[in-house]
């Protein structure tokens, strides 16, 4: 699932994405009443707490924006082109981040921790 914008849409085809759905629920929210923010904020959380079907996992490619408000002040930091990898979990808040990949060589170094 990528957000509605072309960038966003361009990111999911340059990882070589071949089904790719694209989400107004997961676009930045510019010029939105902020009702509409705090709801795609909810659905992004909502999103990151739904496991995926067996065997697959989910990749939603959307914007800093969201992520602040999904997810608050701890990802104040989080950098263009960072990858948050999330995991459903039962409870409050349904979700905790597994991992935070924010440099190309970071992918190779976690893929190695993975590994082991």
């Known amino acids: 699932?990528?957000?509605?914008?072309?960038?966003?849409l361009e990111s999911a085809r340059l990882a070589g994405f071949d089904r790719i759905a694209a989400s107004l629920e997961i676009s930045e929210p510019q010029n939105v009443p902020p009702v509409e923010g705090q709801r795609r904020a909810a659905m992004l959380r909502k999103l990151v707490s739904t496991p995926p079907?067996?065997?697959?996992?989910?990749?939603i490619?959307?914007?800093r924006p969201n992520i602040l408000d999904a997810f608050g002040k701890d990802f104040f930091d989080v950098g263009e082109g960072e990858v948050l990898i999330f995991e459903p979990t039962?409870?409050?808040p349904?979700?905790?981040v597994l991992a935070r990949v924010a440099k190309p060589g970071m992918w190779t170094?976690?893929?190695?921790t993975l590994a082991q």
């Open 53 to 59: 079907a067996v065997g697959t996992d989910t990749v």
């Open 90 to 92: 039962a409870g409050t």
């Open 61 to 63: 490619i959307t914007h």
């Open 109 to 112: 170094q976690w893929a190695q």
């Open 1 to 8: 699932m990528a957000s509605a914008y072309c960038r966003a």
């Open 94 to 96: 349904g979700y905790r």
